[in-house]
């Protein structure tokens, strides 16, 4: 087991700069996930930490020992990637041994270490098969079983669920996650699906234009965003920002109700509010309008569970309210969290 860090890493592609100046920290044994939409660095600092992409600057740290001239055969690190990479000439049974033939494992103690890792995905009665004859869940298994066959000291984890459908990835995600805590690994993993980053992660870096914006737990991130990149990343719908002179207010959807609702409680803010379009979800109805005074015109989303049974009509006005403890305030021009604000 051991950490990654990263200090003030860097790189540039002639004048992008893909990761720009990242300060990360691991702590032992727990899964660190990098979120962020397409093109924020989150892969291509994966990379830089697998040897496969060689930084601009800073240093990488793994076991505490500097590895910005290690190979990535030397670093101990296993990567799984989103196409799985797996050889499609070879049977499951030499997909997984094909590491610890390269690392130079006794021929003789190579099928019981095989056995091992498919006995973990349960993949044992695919051994035989080639990866054309799999599905996508049973391929992502046997990429998962060559990587821990190295007994690595690192996972590095590159979208692997992406290439399923919404089911089987959910299930897949359990599986991984229950597969991390068995091993107790220390793991890095990417993706562009807060779902998956939140169900997955011990804690979740966001990051944007090559930086993190934030790093925390799940509940960190969503219910105390650092700024308002945070706060619109992660939702669904995402957090409601709206502006007033030189801040931004923003409160999240499923926090925003209509006033009864909130029964005789103070310190509750309340807003009129012309729903415009309403969608219904099974268990949740999305309330989609604009904002009266002091905030006209302002677009914003409310979602109600079922248990709020109020008729609510498009194109009526209403009061709707939020608790002022749910508020959060923005700097105008910086985007950054700042402390409470009159309304």
Same mark, same amino acid.
């Given at each position: 087991m051991a950490t990654v860090e990263t200090r003030d890493i860097r790189k540039h592609f002639g004048d992008v700069r893909a990761v720009d100046g990242v300060d990360l920290s691991t702590q032992e044994g727990e899964l660190l996930v990098l979120l962020g939409p397409s093109g924020c660095g989150k892969t291509t600092l994966l990379r830089m930490i697998a040897g496969l992409e060689k930084p601009t600057g800073g240093q990488i740290l793994i076991g505490g020992q500097v590895v910005n001239e290690l190979p990535p055969r030397d670093r101990k690190i296993a990567m799984v990637f989103q196409s799985y990479a797996l050889y499609p000439h070879m049977t499951v049974f030499n997909n997984i041994a094909f590491p610890l033939k390269a690392q130079g494992v006794p021929k003789e103690a190579i099928p019981q270490k095989v056995e091992w890792a498919a006995s973990l995905f349960g993949i044992e009665r695919l051994v035989h098969r080639k990866p054309r004859e799999l599905s996508g869940g049973e391929r992502q298994r046997v990429a998962l079983a060559r990587a821990l066959v190295r007994e690595p000291a690192v996972f590095l984890f590159d979208e692997p669920l992406s290439n399923l459908d919404a089911k089987l990835r959910a299930s897949a995600r359990d599986e991984l996650k229950q597969f991390q805590?068995?091993?107790?690994?220390?793991?890095?993993?990417?993706?562009?699906?807060?779902?998956?980053?939140?169900?997955?992660?011990?804690?979740?870096?966001?990051?944007?234009?090559?930086?993190?914006?934030?790093?925390?737990?799940?509940?960190? +991130?969503?219910?105390?965003? %650092? /700024?308002?990149?945070?706060?619109?990343? @992660? !939702? #669904? =719908?995402?957090?409601?920002?709206?502006?007033?002179?030189?801040?931004?207010?923003?409160?999240?959807?499923?926090?925003?109700?209509?006033?009864?609702?909130?029964?005789?409680?103070?310190?509750?803010?309340?807003?009129?509010?012309?729903?415009?379009? +309403?969608?219904?979800?099974? %268990? /949740?109805?999305?309330?989609?309008?604009? @904002? !009266? #005074? =002091?905030?006209?015109?302002?677009?914003?989303?409310?979602?109600?569970?079922?248990?709020?049974?109020?008729?609510?009509?498009?194109?009526?006005?209403?009061?709707?309210?939020?608790?002022?403890?749910?508020?959060?305030?923005?700097?105008?021009?910086?985007?950054?969290?700042?402390?409470?604000?009159?309304?």
């Open positions: 805590r068995r091993i107790g690994t220390t793991s890095i993993y990417v993706t562009h699906d807060q779902v998956e980053a939140m169900g997955l992660g011990d804690r979740i870096a966001v990051m944007q234009l090559g930086k993190v914006r934030q790093i925390g737990t799940a509940q960190d +991130v969503y219910d105390e965003p %650092a /700024d308002t990149f945070v706060g619109a990343f @992660l !939702g #669904s =719908p995402p957090m409601n920002l709206v502006e007033r002179d030189d801040h931004i207010l923003g409160f999240r959807p499923e926090q925003f109700f209509p006033r009864e609702a909130f029964g005789h409680a103070d310190r509750v803010v309340t807003l009129p509010f012309r729903v415009t379009r +309403v969608e219904y979800l099974g %268990a /949740d109805r999305l309330l989609y309008g604009i @904002l !009266g #005074s =002091p905030f006209p015109e302002a677009k914003v989303v409310a979602k109600l569970p079922w248990t709020i049974t109020a008729p609510v009509e498009p194109g009526e006005r209403y009061s709707f309210a939020v608790h002022e403890k749910e508020l959060k305030f923005f700097d105008k021009a910086t985007g950054l969290r700042t402390g409470p604000r009159p309304i």
